[in-house]
């Protein structure tokens, strides 16, 4: 089991940065494969990026590679994602999920733990 809390959403101009964080309890952190996945009023749920358990293997869509990076510090319980060269279409609720195996790692519905989402503001 493991809960898990997003913060560092906000409102940005184009072309700014913002560093969310994703918060997870518990000791079995580093048991998990780790993603970031947003969402936009009337859109499916779409991938954003994963990390694998030790943090070496990571994945994006490709909407955002090149401009977001994903990272975790399992001595902290936490995962990070860094979103450089924002654009206004970024704007979306970011949500934090786990689970415990990488295949599937696009699809929401393979993650058994979520967050309760960030807002994530792009003005132009």
């Known amino acids: 089991q493991v809960q898990l809390v997003e913060s560092g959403g906000g409102l940005v101009q184009a072309g700014g940065s913002l560093r969310l964080s994703c918060a997870a309890s518990?000791?079995?952190?580093?048991?998990?494969?780790m993603g970031w996945f947003r969402q936009t009023l009337g859109k499916e749920r779409e991938f954003v990026a994963t990390?694998?358990?030790?943090?070496?293997?990571?994945y994006y869509a490709d909407s955002v590679k090149g401009r977001f990076t994903i990272s975790r510090d399992n001595a902290k319980n936490t995962v990070y994602l860094q979103m450089n060269s924002l654009k206004p279409e970024d704007t979306a609720v970011y949500y934090c999920?786990?689970?415990?195996?990488?295949?599937?790692?696009?699809?929401?519905?393979?993650?058994?733990?979520w967050g309760q989402g960030t807002q994530v503001t792009v003005s132009s």
């Open positions: 999920a786990a689970r415990d195996y990488l295949g599937g790692y696009d699809s929401p519905t393979r993650y058994d733990y």
């Open positions: 518990g000791r079995s952190f580093s048991s998990y494969v």
């Open positions: 990390v694998t358990r030790s943090g070496t293997s990571t």
